[in-house]
């Protein structure tokens, strides 16, 4: 039987996951079929020369890198929204727009709490870009798109 902290790492290490699969899917051309089964097969408790990966949550994803896909263009948009004018998603870096089409994704499709999201993400953005601004960043710019796609939940 698998703990509620557990289940939470589990969900944790899926959206990181998430992020590098939307990442490599931009990069690389390849279909989300590809790439869900290769991050399936070859990285979700996989170990490698830099350590052990964890083992993520396949189902929720899932979820995540279809509805970012299946929703892009909302997203996008809800993201150039939260931008500065100057700055549209297309110029940001690739891995900041992976994170928030990935968070972007769990505020229009899927049922998780947008605080929660926004925690997650930027928990995400951290482990990217460990000594960067990146994370305040991307807290302002989740918060934003969170309050628009879900103003009930504030």
């Known amino acids: 039987m698998t703990s509620t ?35 399936e097969s070859h990285r979700f408790g ?4 830099e350590g052990e990966f964890v083992e993520g949550d396949v189902d929720h994803f899932r979820a995540v890198v279809a509805s ?4 892009q263009a909302k997203i996008d948009q809800l993201t150039d929204r939260a931008l500065v004018a100057k700055w549209p998603i297309d110029r940001i870096d690739p ?10 994704a769990e505020f229009v499709d899927i049922d998780t709490p947008p605080k929660v999201a926004i925690n997650e993400y930027v928990d995400v953005a951290k482990a990217f870009f ?11 710019v989740l918060d934003h798109m969170a309050r628009e796609a879900k103003p009930a939940a504030f």
């Open 68 to 71: 970012a896909v299946n929703w």
């Open 46 to 49: 996989e170990t490698y020369d």
């Open 5 to 39: 902290a557990e289940k939470r790492q589990m969900k944790s290490a899926a959206r990181l996951y998430a992020v590098q699969a939307l990442f490599q899917m931009e990069s690389s051309g390849q279909t989300v079929q590809a790439i869900t089964r290769e991050f």
């Open 95 to 104: 891995v900041l727009r992976a994170l928030f089409r990935a968070a972007g």
């Open 130 to 140: 460990p000594e960067g601004k990146e994370s305040k960043f991307v807290n302002a």
